[in-house]
Every structure is written in C-alpha cells, then in structure tokens.
C-alpha cells in the first residue's frame, strides 16, 4: 500500500462519517486538543495517515454545536454526557447498556458489508468465511424471531 492508497482512506474515512465516531472514541479516554486528536490519529495508524486541520476542526465544531463534546478554556476537548451516551459508555469507559452495544456492533457490521460490496478485489479466498458469517447472522435472527 503506498501513500496515494492511505490519503484516499482518509477521504473515504471521512466521507462516510466515521471521523466524527473515531474523534469521540478518542475522547472517551481523555481529554486532548485538536492537533493532539490528529497525532494521536497519525500514531494509531503508524504514522500512514494524519487528517488535516481541516478534516478535525470543522468536525470537532460540528460535534460541539450538537452537544456531544465541549470545548475547556485550555483549549482541550471532552466528551459530553450526551456524547458518551451515543458511545454507549458511562464515565467509567464499561458498557452502558445492551442496547446501544448492540447497535453499535450491527453499525459496524454494516460498514463492514458495505465496505466489502465497494472492495474491488477478488473475494474468491473469502467467499467461504463470508458465507458462514452471514449464516451466523441467520442463525441469530431465526432464533429471535421464535423467542417472541
């Protein structure tokens, strides 16, 4: 993979928002500044990928603005009550509830099938892993559907 392949990651990161959910994941440890939010993005990806200001300033203005993070006076920024609610974490970084876990996991689950029906790679060596996923998939909707 060369660095054309990571910039075009990060356009498509950021396309389909999961910049915002990244950035709150972020803060849900600790509280940091913007260009720490960015160095800690760069070193997460070992150093493949850095969004740019304007990728995280304007982000982290719009997650504000919808009360899922504030802005301290030093000029760092923490997750809100709110925000931690959409994660699904309490201030104790365990799960909330059930629920919001379980949304999370068929969100990304979601992403993931929509990633792999973009991939314009031959998926032959994984059809058979697909396959039996799906079937898990399967298997936990016919159950539930039989306990109600």
């Known amino acids: 993979m060369n660095m054309t392949d990571f910039h075009n990651f990060g356009q498509m990161f950021k396309r389909h928002g999961s910049l915002r959910y990244y950035i709150l994941w972020i803060l849900a440890n600790e509280k940091k500044r913007g260009i ?15 969004p740019s200001p304007g990728s995280i300033y304007p982000t982290l203005k719009s997650l504000s603005e919808e009360g899922l993070i504030k802005k301290n006076e030093d000029g760092s920024y923490e997750l809100t009550d709110k925000g931690m609610d959409l994660l699904g974490i309490n201030r104790g970084n365990t ?10 996991c068929l969100d990304e689950a979601e992403s993931c ?9 031959d998926l032959t060596p994984y059809i058979e892993r697909i396959r ?3 079937e898990k998939f399967i298997k936990i909707s016919d159950q539930r559907k039989g306990s109600k």
Do not use: A, C, H, Q
């Open 132 to 134: 039996s996923i799906g």
């Open 95 to 104: 799960p909330k509830n059930k629920s919001s876990n379980i949304d999370t």
């Open 113 to 121: 099938t929509d990633y792999l029906m973009d991939v314009e790679e």
């Open 36 to 50: 720490d939010i960015m160095e800690e993005m760069e070193k997460r990806s070992m150093g493949f990928w850095k």
